[in-house]
């Protein structure tokens, strides 16, 4: 069927950034394809005129929609249940049902529509019956690979522009994709099980007539709608920009989401030195841009680095504005005609105005005629400022910049990496390489500058010798230069906020470099008194003055130095607590020690401090002071005392959840004792980390760290140390269903525990030899060995070990029928649970406790003790998470979708969180 010439075409992208619970989306690479399908299209000399929507929202998709069309071509993301998800006006998710999607194509007459998004078959199959003639889609499997579908667009208009069918062009598109060296039929997707699946190149759906032509006559390649470049002087993207696309929509809704308010067109991007500011502005230009919604955009910067748009007073402003915008501007003209002359045009071409580093001239004469005109630019003005100093709220809107997401953070260490070439030359990173490179990432801490100076190296050095540096000497690896040899670095940047700090400010800012984590005013000024209450340059006492002896004045000082010091970026505040940044802290110790002051009896006033408080996270954080002393200063003292006090409270770690902090506490144990050569301490430290890896279901991992334990035990002549890990051996092959071999290992552990008069590992030993009868179906023996175990455990007054006992019994109770009597022992067992804030104990006893009432009918009841359970393992991370998730599942199976859902929402009230909770079940499944 012949077309009109030239051949029309519609391209409608959208990019959202955001889902509507705020989670960054994977951004498609939208530019690529609509450059490669705009060569095909150019190289092919045909008459071609294409229309682009670079901003995909549902009223410019429905806009251009009116106009008809040949082709139209949809790129954004799909979802499972044929869902289109395009962007809002402020980059958010919109959700198109294939009903709104089918109402949108309604009264177009296009031939060919092409959906490149994942799903789109399903959205696609409805818009054939509604008579559209002919769709290209993606099936409704997985996700397609973006190069897969890039690659297929560009050779699909190739073959559309030679005149071939829609389905020559198709296939010929297919057979491309097929014999691509990265996502060819040679490299299939993997499913979860390391299986291939269908290939890219057959994921690609055909619906309808694939017979028609489109013939267009010779001419030209005519484009409309794109917006490559807008007016100004805005600098090219950064090649090695990630993330920030949470960021990116909190200023766009700041910008745009309040209408015309005093200062809604203002806002002030905050945050301490190196995180980015400058970047993260020049991306919200972009998206702009991009997008059509400016016309201009006006860069200029305060920096005492910046050579070519200098930002210094209203005057270099006007000038900057003039020169970026080419207007007919002349620095003779009555300043008064300077400043209407770039208002004017400021506001006529709806500009930008990024105003950077703006810290550099605040609080001067300079500064206030700046933002006197700031303040009297049109509303059409976005001005978007950044600084390392909030702005007054009157002014502007503040919006403080985090670090980086772990995954960015990461991202970006990689990307800088790859184009140093380290991969390159290492393609195959050793264990020990691998393992430097995921500790140089966690310690940078998502701190944008340091990750680019840290990354950079990699062109010359290896990842074990940077870590190695990053650890000893941070300043070596953290500072670099410019490619014209200037200093360039963190401590650099955080010189510029640190010199010109009154010494007050400056003794409180290095007295913060020792806290490890985030403190209270009344923890900071504590142990930072003799600090705070002697100033530098007093003339008089702490004792004359009466400061020392005044707590109310020691922490008004406190909190107004902190407050000014979270004002300048320098530290942060979050609920209650002030904190560093881990690089930041890094830079806060240098400065402690060119002072010439010494951190250890800062360290040990924080154990002192922080023992005395009593409570588990205090006593966390005094261990971590501890292990400074120990680890860092290398105190032997230290050592030994960080070792008792560990263990002094590492139970109520691992019963109240802290599986994290546990685990990080077994990884210093080991090292603090392996530096003491306390095998004894190592060995034991070793079994608990194996039991961090049994809980999870690891036990290749964990089998190994119990051999490795044993070794060392032997070496000891420790024979408790051997039979706990010949239990803790017996665990895992009970756990893998070895129950001769578990048996064995219980019984060689249970004779050395008999030798040494353990009644405690006797105890527990008869316990799990309870467990392995009740699992082979002898419960006779099962309930005699629970017996042995309970009455050694009341003796010992184990309290935690009876309730493991009443629980197992419980279980077997369920088991032979006796419903009445495992509801009993299933109570007495998480009363105890509860008195000891036992969550793991807790949560599978209350998981216990929905089967049961699931076997009896009773679904609602059933369900509740699921929802509980379910959360106490998420909290946990706990394996057991999929267990009782799909135990739930078959509950709402059992009772259908609309009693669950009903039972659901009296459980949990809010639909955000029912939303939230239903989700995470579902994945977990």
């Known amino acids: 069927m012949p077309t009109s010439t030239p051949l029309r075409l519609l391209v409608i992208t959208s990019r959202p950034l955001v889902d509507s619970n705020n989670r960054r989306i994977n951004l498609l690479d939208v530019a690529q394809e609509r450059a490669r399908v705009r060569d095909a299209l150019q190289n092919s000399h045909i008459a071609v005129d294409v229309q682009f929507v670079p901003e995909g929202t549902a009223h410019s998709i429905k806009t251009a929609l009116r106009v008809p069309r040949d082709i139209i071509h949809i790129t954004c993301h799909g979802t499972p249940d044929g869902h289109l998800v395009i962007e809002n006006n402020v980059g958010e998710a919109h959700l198109l049902s294939k009903q709104d999607t089918a109402r949108l194509f309604a009264e177009n007459t296009a031939l060919l529509v092409f959906i490149s998004a994942c799903y789109s078959e399903i959205i696609a199959n409805d818009l054939h019956a509604a008579g559209v003639p002919t769709l290209v889609a993606i ?23 030679r005149a071939w069918t829609f389905e020559h062009a198709f296939k010929d598109a297919q057979h491309a994709v097929t014999i691509h060296p990265e996502v060819g039929d040679r490299n299939p997707p993997l499913d979860e099980e390391g299986k291939p699946e269908k290939p890219w190149s057959q994921r690609f759906i055909l619906i309808g007539d694939g017979n028609t032509t489109l013939h267009a006559t010779i001419g030209d390649y005519d484009e409309h709608g794109t917006t490559e470049r807008v007016a100004g ?43 980015g500011k400058t970047e993260l502005a020049q991306a919200v230009a972009w998206w702009y841009a991009e997008r059509g919604r400016v016309g201009a955009v006006v860069w200029a910067s305060a920096s005492p680095t910046e050579d070519e748009f200098v930002l210094r007073d209203l005057a270099s402003l006007l000038a900057i504005a003039a020169r970026a915008l080419k207007l007919n501007f002349s620095e003779k003209m009555p300043f008064d005609e300077q400043k209407a002359l770039v208002r ?17 001239l605040v609080n001067t004469e300079k500064a206030r005629g700046v933002w006197n005109f700031v303040l009297n630019l049109p509303p059409s003005v976005r001005v978007l400022v950044t600084s390392r100093d909030k702005l007054p709220p009157k002014d502007a809107e503040n919006v403080e910049l985090e670090t980086l997401a772990p995954d960015d953070a990461a991202q970006l260490f990689l990307n800088i990496a790859r184009r140093a070439d380290y991969f390159k030359n290492n393609p195959q990173l050793s264990g020990q390489e691998a393992s430097a490179l995921g500790a140089i990432i966690e310690r940078l801490g998502g701190y944008a500058l340091a990750i680019e100076v840290v990354a950079g190296q990699t062109e010359s050095r290896t990842l074990g010798a940077i870590w190695r540096d990053l650890v000893q000497i941070p300043k070596n690896v953290l500072e670099g230069k410019t490619e014209f040899g200037e200093p360039r670095g963190v401590w650099t940047s955080l010189d510029f906020s640190y010199n010109v700090l009154p010494d007050a400010e400056k003794e409180m800012f290095r007295g913060m470099g020792i806290f490890l984590a985030p ?22 006492s702490p004792s004359e003055t009466g400061i020392a002896s005044s707590p109310s004045v020691l922490l008004t000082m406190t909190r107004a130095t902190l407050d000014t010091l979270v004002k300048r970026s320098l530290v942060r505040f979050r609920e209650g607590h002030y904190a560093l940044l881990p690089i930041v802290r890094d830079y806060a110790e240098s400065c402690l020690a060119d002072a010439g002051q010494d951190p250890r009896e800062l360290h040990i006033r924080a154990v002192n401090y922080f023992a005395n408080k009593g409570t ?10 501890l292990y400074q002393l120990a680890a860092r200063f290398q ?21 109240r959840g802290y599986w994290a902090e546990a685990r990080r506490k077994t990884e210093e144990l080991i090292l603090v004792a392996r530096a003491l050569d306390d095998k004894v301490t190592e060995a034991q430290a070793m079994v608990e980390l194996g039991n961090m890896y049994h ?31 010949l239990h803790q051996m017996g665990m895992v092959a009970q756990a893998q269903g070895n129950y001769p071999e578990a048996l064995r290992l219980y019984g060689e552990s249970m004779q050395l525990e008999q030798e040494l008069g353990n009644k405690s590992g006797i105890a527990t030993t008869l316990h799990q030899m309870g467990m392995v009868a009740q699992a082979q179906g002898n419960y006779p023996e099962a309930l005699r060995l629970y017996g042995e175990s309970m009455q050694l455990k009341q003796e010992l007054g184990d309290k935690r070990g009876i309730a493991s006992t009443l629980g197992q019994m419980g279980n077997m109770a369920y088991s032979q029928g006796n419903y009445p009597e495992a509801l009993r022992l299933y109570g007495d067992a998480i009363a105890t649970f509860q008195e000891l804030g036992d969550k793991s104990g807790i949560a599978s006893t209350l998981g216990q406790m929905g089967k049961l009432a699931q076997q009896q009918g009773e679904l609602k009841d059933a369900l509740g003790y699921y929802l509980n359970s379910f959360v106490l393992f998420l909290e946990l991370q706990s394996p057991y998470l999929r267990t009782v998730a799909r135990w739930t599942q078959e509950l709402r199976a059992q009772a259908g979708q609309e009693q669950f859902d009903a039972w659901l929402a009296e459980f949990v009230s809010d639909e955000a969180s029912r939303r939230a909770l239903v989700e995470i079940l579902d994945s977990v499944v």
């Open 139 to 161: 099936d409704s499997q997985r996700p397609i690979e973006d190069r897969a579908a890039i690659l297929f667009a560009e050779q699909f208009y190739d073959g559309l522009a």
């Open 233 to 275: 002087n805005l600098r090219e993207r950064n090649r090695n920009f990630v993330g920030r696309a949470q960021e990116i929509v909190q200023i766009v809704k700041a910008f745009d989401a309040r209408g015309m308010q005093a200062n809604a067109r203002r806002v002030a991007l905050h945050g301490a030195g190196g995180l």
């Open 344 to 360: 004017d045009a400021l506001g006529a071409q709806e500009t930008l105005l990024l105003l950077d580093n703006w810290e550099t």
């Open 519 to 540: 403190a209270t005013v009344d923890d900071i000024a504590a142990i930072l008194q003799p600090v705070i209450a002697s100033p530098e340059g007093a003339k008089q």
């Open 616 to 625: 588990l996270e205090a006593k966390l954080t005094a261990s971590d002071h």
């Open 635 to 655: 105190s032997e003292q230290a050592a030994q005392v960080f070792i008792e006090y560990v263990w002094s409270f590492y139970d109520d770690l691992v019963t």
């Open 695 to 725: 809980r999870i279901g690891e036990y290749r991992h964990a089998s190994a760290l119990y051999e490795q334990a044993q070794e060392l035990s032997s070496k000891a002549g420790d024979k408790r140390g051997i039979a706990q890990t």
